[in-house]
């Protein structure tokens, strides 16, 4: 069981949602819709998102579908104006301006450059900018079939940044990564031993809430992270140490070791194993083994 946390998909659904996933067409996604039709300014972009999502905040009661509405709590419009929007982001709210937003996004190169390779003498920089054919555009493969010179579809910025944090998402799912949090303790550069000024409390308090790291503590102080089995607790603790004959009466050897550890706990904690796994009572349990831990073994072979 994972306790509760703030979940950052409908939000992730706003900025980047596409309808035939999710039944929601994205900021990025209505960004790059928009690029190919005439007449369309910054302004009616931002007018568009607003009409999509809602001005106020909150859930926009007029959204198409439930999944709109559930996305538009982290969205809001100024009071007056279509030139900015808000996004309502983990760490605060955000104000994005759309000034410059349709013609950014199109990447366009730079008209010097393209001039300065279209006079180029190398053919592999030809065809790369699209000034002259490929010469394999007209060879026969093996199969019968003569390659066609396709026009490829342009990526935009918008559908960049969906597609490499697709692949990061997908190369993040495939491995088993582990995450090192720093935290800046001041702007300064200081050292611990310039004293005082070289922690910033404000600075560093900020960091340990908008960065996950509050979320990771309250999991862990949960218990959620205690994955030792029970077969491994019961054969080199209780056993090893003797706690079954410790207690009253003593715990034979050959229990189960599920139902040995649970006779354990309870007899330690005092209370029916029934509210074990209370969150007082886990907090406490956990806390106990850590000390008793810490007191008799140098090297602990439980982490918490």
């Not at 054919?133 to 026969?140: A, G």
């Amino acid at each position: 069981m994972i306790p509760p946390f703030q979940d950052n998909t409908p939000c992730c659904n706003l900025i980047a949602g596409t309808y035939k996933k999710t039944k929601i067409v994205g900021i990025f996604t209505k960004l790059d819709d928009l690029k190919s039709q005439r007449n369309v300014t910054n302004t009616k972009y931002c007018e568009s998102l607003i009409q999509y999502f809602g001005r106020k905040g909150g859930a926009f009661k007029k959204a198409k579908n439930p999944e709109v509405r559930e996305a538009s709590k982290y969205f809001y419009g100024p009071k007056g104006g279509s030139k900015s929007f808000f996004i309502c982001h983990f760490a605060g709210d955000v104000e994005y301006h759309v000034s410059g937003w349709l013609e950014k996004n199109e990447d366009k190169l730079p008209l010097q450059l393209q001039n300065l390779m279209e006079k180029s003498k190398s053919d592999y920089l030809l065809r790369i900018y699209g000034h002259k054919e490929s010469p394999l555009d007209n060879v026969q493969n093996p199969f019968g079939s003569t390659r066609s010179k396709k026009k490829s579809k342009k990526a935009t910025i918008a559908n960049k940044f969906v597609t490499q944090l697709g692949d990061l998402a997908r190369t993040l799912n495939s491995t088993n990564p582990h995450y090192v949090r720093c935290v800046k303790p001041n702007d300064v550069h200081m050292r611990p031993i310039d004293g005082d000024i070289c922690f910033d409390a404000q600075k560093t308090h900020r960091q340990l809430m908008y960065a996950g790291v509050m979320e990771v503590c309250k999991i862990k102080k949960n218990g959620y992270p205690f994955r030792i089995t029970y077969d491994r607790f019961w054969n080199n603790f209780v056993l090893k140490n003797r706690w079954n004959k410790a207690m009253t009466p003593a715990i034979p050897p050959t229990m189960n070791a599920r139902k040995g550890t649970w006779c354990c706990c309870s007899k330690i904690l005092r209370v029916s194993h029934y509210y074990y796994f209370t969150r007082r009572v886990r907090e406490h349990f956990y806390l106990y083994l850590s000390k008793y831990y810490e007191d008799n073994y140098e090297h602990s072979l439980i982490s918490f």
